[in-house]
């Protein structure tokens, strides 16, 4: 499996910026660049949290279709294969990723992980849907992340 640093340069062709860590990014994305991330998804050590901020997005999770819309937060877990099988064409999303190893090494990490997943460990899907206002709060600090 790639390490974030390893897959972004697979999947956007560089680091994000000069003396990057490879250790978190967040990014917003749209329909084109989350299909062109999937190529190599199934391959990433890294957790992705996918908060949809406009239209939709139809995937194979573990052998089930998972539809993900407006205020859907979508955690991926490493080495987890995914298909996009497709979305809308005003699909939007923020996306903070954190590399494996980081996510073991920090603990404000590491509980964020946790936190994130103790609702959705006895769901079958990797989902939570956000009421609208901590989706908002949610999506503003994922883009101070970006700044």
Same mark, same amino acid.
């Given at each position: 499996?790639?390490?974030?640093?390893?897959? @972004?340069?697979?999947?956007?062709?560089?680091?994000?910026?000069?003396?990057?860590?490879?250790?978190?990014?967040?990014?917003?994305?749209?329909?084109?660049?989350?299909?062109?991330?999937?190529?190599?998804?199934?391959?990433?050590?890294?957790?992705?949290?996918?908060?949809?901020?406009?239209?939709? @997005?139809?995937?194979?999770?573990?052998?089930?279709? @998972?539809?993900?819309?407006?205020?859907?937060?979508?955690?991926?877990?490493?080495?987890?294969?995914?298909?996009?099988?497709?979305?809308?064409?005003?699909?939007?999303?923020?996306?903070?990723?954190?590399?494996?190893?980081?996510?073991?090494?920090?603990?404000?990490?590491?509980?964020?992980?946790?936190?994130?997943?103790?609702?959705?460990?006895?769901?079958?899907?990797?989902?939570?849907? @956000?009421?609208?206002?901590?989706?908002?709060?949610?999506?503003?600090?994922?883009?101070?992340?970006?700044?």
């Amino acid at each position: 499996m790639y390490t974030l640093k390893e897959w @972004l340069k697979l999947t956007i062709g560089n680091e994000p910026y000069e003396g990057w860590d490879g250790k978190m990014f967040c990014s917003e994305n749209d329909l084109a660049m989350t299909q062109k991330t999937n190529i190599t998804q199934g391959f990433a050590a890294c957790y992705i949290f996918t908060l949809v901020t406009c239209g939709w @997005l139809r995937m194979r999770y573990n052998d089930r279709e @998972l539809m993900i819309q407006k205020d859907d937060l979508y955690i991926y877990s490493p080495g987890l294969a995914v298909t996009i099988l497709d979305g809308s064409a005003d699909y939007q999303s923020v996306c903070l990723m954190v590399d494996e190893s980081t996510s073991l090494e920090s603990p404000a990490v590491r509980d964020m992980v946790s936190l994130a997943y103790m609702p959705i460990a006895q769901l079958s899907t990797p989902t939570v849907r @956000l009421q609208s206002e901590q989706a908002h709060t949610f999506e503003a600090r994922m883009r101070e992340m970006i700044g």
